[in-house]
């Protein structure tokens, strides 16, 4: 294990890292609520709940951290809490300055979560300044801002805020102590080793002097200090718990003047008192009576009985409408499994009912509506199991908010970001693929998009800038985008780079194919090469990435108001619904989602128009015609059949009929991939295993949609 | 075989829990909050309760409350694991009508060692 | 079995080699490679692939590519009869067909019965060629086959757009 780490007590039956995976888990998603809570919080009408809720992510860390032995993750955490339990108590005023820190520090956590998962050795990363400036916020000041690097343009920094509500007195502060700190009995004396490292490493907590303690079990220490006994207790507790310390002032009288906590210890020679860190509570019911040493510890001062509704603690949250759901983790790989082998069921109840065809219905009227069970029973079923793959987009857009907003901060911008859609699905798949390249068109948008404040505001703009990025299902696909409100794409710049880079441009050129241009390899039009975006790496990988999902990337942009990026993707349609058509002899699928109508032709509906294109009317509209039989070169045998029957599909906005020999049904297709083994073919999605066990060809509607504009 | 319900909304936690009385021949139930745990409680009568104070929804000592309330509840031993043993946790626990106490981080075999001396 | 050299070179120890033929010639490709071998079945035919790829057919439910090695290394004639067969082979980026005039056997050939193929001016992409071997009085051309299939005139490898 790395350094850092220790071995929680108990004896070789426990082994506690069995546990420790799920802990790293959970810790990951508490810090990443906390951030987004973090985020979320309104510094002025900061309510109850939701200070409590983000104190809970930390709390919840650090004991998990210090219950596995996680001592460093568990001491910053506890600084944390510390800070956020002020704040949920209405000590302190939150402001950014606490935010920051707070989040900076959820960052270290989860790089020396990191460290302890991987079992990485050698130094961890020193934490001493975010400590220090936790510390100082927590005790209500305003500490120097982190030796940060230094910023590339002059960053809105929040003024420093007037520290809000005198603390209250949970330590009274009487000045400088010398005190006399205990720690025994210790199950392992060393686990109290990084006590002395908390006073080298919070600048102003004092100074310690170990001294001998005369007891194997017990170590003491001399300490200088001027923060009260609670603080120090808190600051121990992830070292040794507090019934196991005893703090004294030195020089004070015998007991009774001094400030004794918890327990006296034991004088040498009595038996020693059973493990501390437990109790209970004398007279309260379910405590065993009797022998077997029920430590029975009693705080009875005189005050006044807590009303049975509860005492000074802070009140427990409001039970919230908050429905918990209630979830399991499975591996991804038997989810994969569990989709394969609905789509082998698919293709084999495919198949049935094809060969049930031929059956007479009223002879096998059983059969036949067992059959039909079957279809439907498989239909859900197949529904069921795509949708354990889908989550939503929010999974995705969720990681952007603090990306952009130390990503603007760091440029010196003012940007606001918008998302809408989050709750559009997505195959799990789909998502660790997208985020790379959407992750470089917001950064983009960011960099290059949105001006200086002081830029925009020049320009009749508000200072601050926005960027939306949206996600909606359209058919079949699922469209994403990034706008954003800045300067948009300069056309002129654009042609002219690419003049210099000896690409073949005309100024005839449409809009969109111009800025079609940028997605060349190596094109950037960037002035100042910012270490954040521009090296020109980056669009023409984002494309290649998207086309690898069998996806589109198409852009429009305003000069001076803005620009939008559009990803379109097909929704992973492992299965399908499909409607099969013959050309020739052979056997096309085309996605039902797309199929709009079909109708047989008579010669005169349809036109040639220049260029040997054909167009139909259908009802009042003209649409261009797609001869299946000459885009797949389908070989024709004398007296065979020709083609007079028109599917009409809509795709990108726009429609088409393609013209087929006939109809052959429609029936639910599980969708193969043809690159697998093959290569991408033109017009062509993928390939589907009908029910004779032959390959049929499923079409692109999209591309062959295009490829009658031209 | 007694019968422990087991009450943190932290999942690793939970579980070394679990395990743990599990190992040592208890039947565990896990609830993840006050309001998880108090629903559980309507349908099973538990031989102990071992509740985490800090929980979303109803917290550890509003759970304890409520099941002192409850006619099944009111001599069971509930036990809090809290972060914190001060003198004001212990007023609140003690008003609340916790039986006792366990202060984390624990390990396995304190959890165990406390459970034998409190279980019916 | 010896650890396959990646340039192709002769290597020490005796390799099994699936021999085929082609026409009046015979080759040998490295039986690992070889995950079965069946009949020709009508594959699915794929528009404006080159002429040697027939299409691609399914494999228990997965999708193969069909290459008909007769016509890429034109041959005289391609014939689909019952005897015609196809070696399915399972290489590190993809599964394809390969359809051959028949299969002979599986040999194995000692380093010490291999030649260094000298230039051959022929239709087989010499640089596939990793040499040649003799059993009595059998010639084989051993093929990298696994270089051979990824090379672009195979028509496997998407060139990019």
Not at chain 1, 180 to 208: A, H
Not at chain 1, 478 to 504: P, Y
Not at chain 1, 563 to 576: G, W
Not at chain 1, 652 to 672: F, I, M, N, T
């Amino acid at each position: 294990m790395t350094e850092g780490h220790q071995e929680s007590g108990g004896g070789d039956s426990f082994d506690l890292s069995q546990f420790y995976q799920i802990f790293f888990e959970e810790a990951g998603e508490n810090l990443d609520l906390m951030e987004q809570m973090l985020l979320n919080l309104n510094l002025e009408t900061a309510d109850d709940e939701e200070l409590n809720g983000i104190f809970r992510c930390a709390h919840s860390v650090k004991g998990g951290a210090a219950t596995f032995g996680f001592a460093d993750v568990a001491e910053l955490t506890h600084q944390m809490e510390s800070l956020l339990d002020r704040l949920r108590r209405h000590e302190l005023q939150p402001n950014p300055m606490m935010v920051d820190v707070l989040l900076e520090s959820a960052d270290a956590s989860r790089v020396l979560l990191a460290r302890h998962q991987t079992g990485e050795t050698g130094e961890p990363p020193s934490n001493a300044d975010l400590v220090r400036r936790i510390s100082e916020l927590a005790a209500g000041g305003a500490p120097a801002p982190a030796a940060a690097p230094p910023a590339p343009a002059p960053v809105v920094a929040p003024p420093v805020p007037v520290p809000v509500a005198a603390p209250a007195p949970l330590s009274a502060n009487p000045g400088v102590r010398q005190l006399e700190i205990r720690m025994g009995p210790l199950e392992r004396p060393d686990q109290v080793d990084g006590v002395k490292d908390l006073f080298r490493d919070i600048v102003g907590l004092g100074s310690v002097a170990e001294v001998a303690s005369g007891r194997a079990d017990t170590r003491v220490f001399h300490a200088t200090t001027s923060s009260s006994n609670e603080d120090l207790l808190d600051l121990f507790a992830f070292h040794v718990s507090r019934e196991q310390v005893n703090i004294r002032e030195m020089g004070a009288a015998a007991p009774g003047a001094a400030t004794w906590t918890d327990r006296d210890d034991p004088p040498p020679g009595a038996p020693v008192a059973p493990a501390p860190g437990f109790g209970f509570f004398e007279g309260a019911p379910g405590v065993p009576t009797g022998g077997a040493a029920a430590v029975t510890v009693e705080a009875t001062e005189a005050r006044p009985a807590a009303a049975k509704t509860g005492a000074a603690k802070p009140a427990p949250s409001p039970v919230a409408a908050q429905p918990e759901a209630a979830t399991i983790r499975v591996a991804i790989s038997k989810v994969d499994q569990l989709i394969n082998l609905v789509g082998e069921l698919v293709i084999t109840q495919a198949m049935l009912a094809q060969n049930s065809q031929t059956l007479d219905p009223a002879a096998n009227q059983q059969l036949m509506a067992g059959l039909a069970d079957l279809d439907r029973n498989t239909r859900d079923l197949q529904e069921s199991v795509m949708s354990i793959r889908m989550i939503p987009m929010s999974i995705v857009f969720s990681r952007f908010p603090r990306m952009l907003r130390d990503l603007a901060s760091k440029l010196g911008k003012k940007v606001e970001f918008v998302t809408q859609g989050e709750a559009t699905e997505l195959d799990k798949g789909l998502v660790e693929k997208i985020t790379d390249p959407l992750t470089h068109l917001v950064r983009n948008s960011c960099d290059h998009g949105i001006e200086m404040p002081a830029d925009r505001v020049a320009a009749g703009k508000p200072e601050t800038g926005t960027i939306t990025l949206s996600a909606a299902h359209q058919g079949g696909s699922i469209v994403i985008e990034v706008r954003d409100d800045g300067r948009g794409l300069s056309r002129e710049k654009i042609l002219n780079k690419a003049r210099e880079r000896g690409l073949e441009v005309s100024d005839q050129m449409s809009d969109g194919d111009v800025w079609q241009l940028i997605f060349a390899p190596g094109f950037s039009t960037a002035e100042v090469v910012t270490d954040v975006s521009g090296r020109g790496v980056g669009m023409d990988v984002v494309k290649k990435n998207i086309a690898a999902l069998n996806g589109t990337v198409e852009i429009d942009s305003s000069e001076g108001y803005g620009m939008r990026v559009s990803v379109r993707l097909p929704l992973t349609l492992a299965i399908m619904d499909g409607m099969s058509v013959g050309v020739g002899d052979e056997v096309y699928i085309l996605p039902l989602s797309s199929v709009v109508e079909s109708f047989q032709v008579k010669d005169d509906a349809v036109n040639t128009v220049a260029q040997g294109s054909r167009l139909v009317k259908v009802r009042d509209e003209y649409m261009p015609v797609i001869e299946l039989e000459k885009v797949f070169q389908v070989p024709r045998y004398d007296g065979g059949k020709s083609s007079d029957i028109m599917v009409v599909v809509e795709a990108e906005g726009s429609r088409v009929a393609l013209l087929v020999d006939e109809l052959l049904g429609q029936q639910q297709v599980v969708v193969k991939n043809l690159e697998t083994n093959y290569r991408k073919v033109p017009n062509v999605s993928g390939a589907t295993i009908l029910g004779d066990g032959k390959v049929a060809l499923i079409l692109d509607t999209s591309t062959l949609v295009r490829r009658s504009r031209h | 075989m007694p019968l422990i319900l087991a009450v943190d909304d932290s999942p690793s936690m939970r579980k070394m829990v679990s395990f743990t009385l599990a190992g040592a021949g208890y039947q565990v139930v896990e609830a993840v909050d006050g309001i998880d745990a108090y629903e559980k409680a309507q349908s099973q009568t538990f031989d102990l309760v071992l509740t985490d104070q800090n929980m979303p929804r109803l917290d550890g000592l509003g759970l304890t409350r409520k099941l002192r309330e409850h006619p099944n509840f009111k001599t069971t031993p509930i036990l809090m694991l809290t972060t914190e043993s001060s003198d004001m946790m212990k007023q609140a626990g003690r008003a609340a009508g916790a039986t006792g106490w366990l202060v984390k981080p624990f390990d396995p075999a304190r959890l165990l060692e406390v459970i034998k001396k409190v279980i019916k | 079995m010896s650890e396959s050299d990646q340039s192709g070179k002769v290597v020490s120890g005796p390799r099994e080699y699936l021999t085929f033929r082609l026409d009046q010639e015979e080759y040998g490709i490295d039986i690992l490679k070889v995950q079965e071998i069946r009949g020709y079945e009508k594959p699915t035919r794929i528009a404006n692939a080159p002429e040697f790829i027939k299409g691609v057919v399914n494999l228990r439910g997965t999708i193969v590519p069909i290459i008909d090695m007769r016509l890429k290394f034109n041959c005289a004639q391609a014939e689909y009869n019952s005897f015609t067969v196809v070696i399915i082979l399972n290489l590190r980026n993809r599964i394809v067909g390969i359809v051959v005039d028949s299969v002979s056997d599986v040999m194995e050939l000692a380093p010490e019965n291999l030649k260094a193929a000298p230039d051959i001016d022929g239709s087989v992409d010499s640089s596939a060629v990793v040499g040649l071997g003799s059993v009595g009085d059998r010639m084989l051309i051993l093929l990298d086959i696994e270089k051979l299939m990824s090379s672009v005139d195979m028509g496997l490898v998407s060139v990019e757009a």
